[in-house]
């Protein structure tokens, strides 16, 4: 999955909790991250970005929040020039999906559809009573969901179970 800042991708999805941090030092590591986010409230996942091939930090990494109160006390307009990570000012934003791929059309819609990469999930088990609209109404308490489509046998019109 890929993110990007909310102003170089301005048409992706929100990642509500998550903030992208840019501009690190090369030799801030996560535990600097989490020890500066932790005053807006609980951390639940740090990342600092790095290039494997040449051993090196890409200098911006990714903070994710237990709730999204947390984020938006960190994103507040006030809180900018507090962003401040071993020594180095950093510019701190809302984390976006990326679009990075295109998919073809979907049931709902005869256009090409923007679908962020890494979204698809398969689930098995199904019952074989379960509609289109049930199946999408259980995953949409989890977020956005861009479409949903329960597999059936063409030749009885029933849920295959996946």
């Known amino acids: ?29 996560k535990e600097a ?19 494997w091939s040449k051993g090196k930090s890409r200098r911006f990494g990714f903070v994710t929040f237990g709730d999204t109160a947390a984020a938006s006390r ?4 006030g809180e900018k020039d507090n962003h401040i990570i071993d020594g180095h000012k950093v510019d701190v934003k809302q984390a976006v999906l990326k679009e990075t791929r295109t ?6 819609s ?11 999930i398969f ?5 074989t009573n379960i509609t289109d609209d ?15 489509i329960v597999l059936k046998d063409k030749n009885i019109n029933q849920p295959r179970g996946f």
């Open 103 to 108: 998919a073809g059309p979907s049931r709902n």
């Open 123 to 127: 689930i098995g088990g199904l019952p």
């Open 74 to 77: 960190a994103l507040d307009p």
């Open 134 to 148: 049930e199946f999408q109404a259980y995953f949409e308490k989890f977020g956005l969901i861009i479409d949903a």
């Open 1 to 29: 999955m890929e993110f990007a800042s909310s102003s170089a991708s301005p048409s992706g999805v929100a990642i509500l909790g998550k903030l992208f941090v840019g501009g690190l030092k090369s030799e801030t590591n």
């Open 110 to 120: 005869s256009s090409n559809t923007n679908v962020p990469n890494g979204k698809k």
């Open 33 to 51: 991250l989490r020890a500066h986010f932790e005053r807006y409230g609980t951390v639940a996942e740090v990342r600092v970005i790095y290039d």
